[in-house]
């Protein structure tokens, strides 16, 4: 994305620390609601903002305090573009569709709940994007 893909565009820089993805929650539907997402719409975009960020907190930045989160929003073709970017490498292997049952009855842990989630809810989304600032999960989500 960058600064100069889309026509509207918007970055939030943030401390690598769980909690900040509320942050972002708020400019992405505060963004999306400028251009006529539906409420149903402007919530998926919160979700999968928040699961993108949570997950470049913990595993791409590993909780390390000294890293950041870029998140630019931007606007083109009629979709809400997000970039999510960490200080890692990528995920090395994206995991395999969770059991929801199992992980609701405490029989099997989260992990890939945040993937899968983003997956559903994105029009579009991109793992392992590099880009010069780093590990970049790439998600868009048309608006009508």
Known sequence: MGQDSDDQAV?????SQIGYERIAMVCSSAF???FGCSPARIE???TVVAEAIINAVQHGNKERPDAKVIVYLGFKDNAINVQVIDEGGGIKEIPPKPDIERIMDNLDP???FGTFLIAQLSDKV???HMTDEGHAVKISIQVS
Not at 11 to 15: G, R
């Open 11 to 15: 970055a939030v820089i943030l401390k």
């Open 32 to 34: 999306a609601h400028m």
């Open 44 to 46: 998926d975009l919160k």
């Open 110 to 112: 989260p992990v890939g």
């Open 126 to 128: 991109e793992f392992n």
